[in-house]
């Protein structure tokens, strides 16, 4: 991992959740709970995510990196994608992504970046080797193509009973994603752990054991909504969001910073002027009856 010094940002992140991006509590909870399970049964191997937006679940994710294990993330950040379909996805979602953005918010939480590589998700097979992670989240292109071979890899690289999870798998905006997904459950052997609202959860091993403790533990809280189906010979659970809350996240070291940015204030209104009476009208209306003071008013708006 390499370090480097963050630059003096308009606004640091205290807390995760001050980190833009789409990481609801619910998949803090599922993340967390796979990434321990994973920790407590023995299994050790790489992490890697590809899509990394501002951070927010890359910042997540490092905090399960165990001693000896490396951390891989892939973006295109600014930089230009394959092809063109790829290119104007990239600019009408992610224009303002940058990495430099991304690595000042992942070093507030963390003292060293993961292994960035910053091009398509294409160069991936490339640079981490097969059979070398034990959790990939894919959250790059919606692209069909894309999403297709980015599954292809995640199947290469993960070990026996690793983990992916597949972002935006039923997002309206996004069919090439559920098309892909659903594809791989069909076609190539991807068997479903659990649906969120979101993400796919899924794994080329056997998901009984997971999916058995998994069912314990939602059925143990009172913050989430299950159900169970058989579809094309899977067991589908399905978990909806009911209040959960994410699990504690360390703050980051701005926590304590107090500067702040002035917000910027409204010009001043000017006070209203005050239309100035001569003494002798102040006097006329003082001194006379108010019906011979509303008939001079009323002579003087008729000879205007």
Not at 117 to 140: A, K, T
Not at 232 to 258: M, N, Y
Request: aromatic residues 6%; glycine residues 6%.
């Amino acid at each position: 991992m390499a370090a480097t010094q963050p630059t003096t940002a308009a606004r640091r992140p205290r807390t995760l959740d001050d980190v833009p991006g789409w990481f609801p509590a619910l998949d803090q909870v599922l993340f967390d709970w796979l990434l321990d399970r994973q920790r407590s049964a023995g299994l050790h191997g790489d992490l890697l995510e590809v899509g990394v937006y501002m951070g927010k679940s890359a910042i997540f994710l490092g905090r399960r990196l165990q001693p000896g294990e490396r951390y891989t993330v892939c973006d295109l950040f600014e930089g230009d994608a394959p092809d063109d379909a790829n290119q104007a996805e990239s600019q009408k979602s992610y224009g303002s992504l940058t990495r430099r953005a991304f690595e000042e918010n992942y070093l507030s939480f963390h003292d060293e970046l993961p292994r960035v590589l910053q091009g398509p998700s294409s160069i991936v097979p490339d640079e981490v080797p097969p059979r070398s992670c034990r959790f990939v989240h894919i959250d790059g292109s919606h692209l069909y193509e894309h999403v297709y071979d980015d599954i292809g890899a995640a199947q290469d690289l993960l070990v026996p009973d690793g983990v992916v999870v597949l972002d935006d798998f039923r997002s309206e905006h996004t069919p090439g994603v559920s098309i892909a997904a659903w594809e791989a459950v069909l076609n190539r052997g991807l068997r479903p752990i659990c649906l969120s609202t979101q993400k796919l959860y899924g794994t080329w091993g056997d998901p009984g054991p997971v999916q058995e403790e998994l069912l314990a533990m939602v059925r143990a809280r009172t913050d989430c909504r299950l159900s169970v189906q058989q579809a094309a010979g899977h067991r589908i659970v399905r978990l909806k969001a009911k209040g959960t809350q994410a699990p504690p996240f360390p703050p980051s070291r701005h926590a304590d910073d107090t500067t702040e940015q002035p917000a910027e204030q409204p010009a001043a209104r000017p006070a209203p002027r005050r239309t100035s009476r001569s003494r002798a009208r102040a006097l006329a209306t003082d001194l006379l009856p108010p019906v011979l003071t509303r008939a001079i008013r009323e002579a003087r708006r008729r000879g205007r």
